[in-house]
């Protein structure tokens, strides 16, 4: 079983451990046991005596995004391999995280197989939010990560909102709808007082797609989840020609694939990665279980099986 995993994202102090210790303590009403990964960009966790109760991994001096992306997998497994009483698990990335670069270490192919995102919240300080755009005009560093954390939630919570008022709450509602993916909600909130449900609902599908036949599964789900992270097993049929025509065809909807793959008359096991439609190829000399990871918005599992499919007849 997956261990099910809820990102919660947002710039500094816009009010994430505030939503955080919601979902626990809704989680743990539920009789569910959750663990915390939080992230610090200090050397110590000020926060960590409030969450004593909890089974808790910190990664300190550095954000997730990237000196200690590969320490956050690391610790993950090896937390994943000594813990059998954890079925939840929420990270809270820093004030200053790309959330997509959290969904990326968690879809790793080591990584893949053992968590599922769940649902990526966003948290939006509406009282500060519009001022953030020019209090770090001249650092477009922040304002480009400002803009990622939005783009990358599947769930949008304007917090704070005691403190604005209507025409406020309507210019800072504009600015976030301009950015952020269309099929994404936007609910308010004053120190996160949101439904339990609209917490911890499932809106981003981690899927595996398997071409063997006797473990293809036919699993149909009709919810609607804007993010995918799709493992695909079982595929050596590709020409590397056909595999890059088949990574572009899915056009803008692919944001990343990466994984490891042989190509059809090969035998060499080659990791690739794919992203902004550039595909690396590099050939590699440790064995690896082939895979092909994609993430993506609107991905469609039935399309991609087909699609697949097909390929796989033509070449055999
Ligand atoms: N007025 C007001 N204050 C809030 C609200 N939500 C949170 N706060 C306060 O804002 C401060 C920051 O909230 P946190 O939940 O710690 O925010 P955070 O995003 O975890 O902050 P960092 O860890 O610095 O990134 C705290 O003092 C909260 O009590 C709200 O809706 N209204």
Same mark, same amino acid.
């Given at each position: 079983m997956k261990i099910p995993v809820y990102i919660v994202t947002g710039f500094l102090g816009s009010g994430k451990t505030t939503v955080l210790k919601k979902m626990l303590r809704s989680l743990k009403e539920q009789g569910k046991r959750p663990a915390l990964i939080m992230n610090e960009?200090?050397?110590?966790?000020?926060?960590k005596e409030m969450f004593e109760d909890e089974a808790m991994i910190e990664l300190l001096n !550095?954000?997730? %995004? %990237? @000196?200690?992306q590969e320490d956050m997998r690391n610790e993950l497994q090896l937390f994943l391999s000594q813990? @059998?009483?954890?079925?939840v698990i929420i990270i809270e990335g820093t004030g200053?995280?790309?959330?997509a670069e959290i969904v990326e270490a968690l879809t790793h192919p080591e990584l893949i197989d053992l968590v599922k995102i769940v649902s990526i919240i966003g948290m939006v300080d509406a009282s500060r939010y519009l001022e953030y755009q020019s209090l770090f005009q001249s650092s477009k560093e922040i304002r480009t990560m400002l803009k990622q954390q939005i783009e990358s939630s599947a769930l949008l919570i304007m917090n704070k909102?005691?403190?604005?008022d209507q025409k406020k709450e309507k210019k800072v509602r504009a600015k976030i709808e301009e950015i952020k993916r269309r099929e994404v909600p936007i609910v308010y909130s004053t120190? !996160?007082?949101?439904s339990e449900e609209t917490l911890l609902e499932t809106r981003f599908l981690t899927d595996v797609i398997s071409t063997e036949k006797s473990t293809h599964h036919h699993h149909h789900d009709h919810h609607h989840h804007t993010f995918q992270a799709i493992k695909i097993e !079982?595929?050596?049929?590709? &020409?590397q020609k056909d595999f890059e025509k088949w990574l572009k065809?899915? !056009?803008? &909807?692919?944001l990343r694939a990466k994984g490891y793959i042989t190509f059809l008359g090969e035998d060499k096991v080659n990791s690739f990665q794919y992203a902004a439609n550039r595909l690396e190829i590099e050939s590699i000399d440790i064995p690896k279980q082939t895979c092909i990871i994609l993430i993506g918005t609107n991905l469609n599992k039935d399309v991609l099986d087909q699609s697949l499919s097909e390929f796989v007849q033509q070449n055999i």
């Open positions: 960009l200090g050397s110590e966790n000020v926060e !550095g954000c997730i %995004c %990237c @000196t200690i813990t @059998t009483n954890v079925d200053i995280a790309n959330p909102m005691d403190l604005i120190y !996160g007082d949101v !079982g595929i050596n049929s590709f &020409t065809s899915h !056009g803008p &909807t692919l």
